[in-house]
């Protein structure tokens, strides 16, 4: 009886041994990383912003989280997707790379990744300027305000005709938003 008690604890450790061996030869999957993380803002459609790095040879890349169509992969490349990406709605945006492998251990593992948003200058639309009163009473002072000028402009008055002046400085030098004032001559 003892020699059949033997049998069974051999053929159990054969078993434990073969299940532990099967456990050690399955691949792991590790956290994946980006070789470059930031992109530029509005750059265009499938731009490439960074190797992903720490790929397990044999599995395939998606992403899990996209940041709404800001984001996607080529190959081995996240790249930037369809939807525009702008600096100023956002300086970071978040995605969640997924790593897929049959037969490892962690299949499938996710990473989560922040890529920053750099800032473009993006030079403002400039209208025509106008004025806030276009009539003058002879005899009479009159003043009126600049309009429509683009916020941070600056206005520079040069050549005014006679009896105008700017901020009371005839045109010189650049003014923000300024006052024309003209005082009306009789003729």
Same mark, same amino acid.
């Given at each position: ?28 999957? +590790?956290? &994946? #990383? *980006? ?7 509005? !750059?265009? $459609?499938? %731009?490439?912003?960074?190797?992903? @790095?720490?790929?397990?040879?044999? +599995?395939? &890349? #998606? *992403? ?7 984001? !996607?992969? $080529?190959? %081995?490349?996240?790249?930037?997707? @369809? ?21 490892? %251990? ?28 276009t009539s003058l009473t002879v005899g009479t002072t009159a003043s009126g305000a600049i309009t429509e000028a683009?916020?941070g402009s600056t206005i520079t008055a040069s050549g005014l005709p006679a009896g105008y002046t700017v901020n ?20």
């Amino acid at each position: 009886m003892a020699q059949n008690d033997n049998r069974q604890i051999n053929v159990i450790l054969n078993e434990m041994d073969t299940r532990i061996a099967s456990l050690e030869t399955r691949p792991v999957l +590790s956290a &994946l #990383s *980006l070789a470059a993380n930031s992109v530029t803002e509005n !750059a265009a $459609s499938s %731009t490439v912003i960074g190797g992903i @790095l720490g790929k397990t040879s044999g +599995s395939t &890349l #998606s *992403l899990f989280s996209d940041d709404g169509g800001r984001f !996607a992969i $080529s190959g %081995t490349n996240l790249v930037t997707g @369809l939807t525009n990406i702008d600096y100023e709605a956002a300086t970071s945006r978040s995605i969640v790379l997924r790593e897929t492998l049959a037969g490892a %251990t962690n299949s499938p593992r996710d990473t989560s990744l922040a890529v920053g948003v750099l800032n473009v200058f993006e030079q403002p639309s400039l209208r025509a300027l106008l004025l806030s009163s276009t009539s003058l009473t002879v005899g009479t002072t009159a003043s009126g305000a600049i309009t429509e000028a683009a916020t941070g402009s600056t206005i520079t008055a040069s050549g005014l005709p006679a009896g105008y002046t700017v901020n009371g400085r005839r045109g010189r030098g650049p003014m923000m938003a300024a006052d024309l004032h003209r005082t009306a001559r009789s003729r």
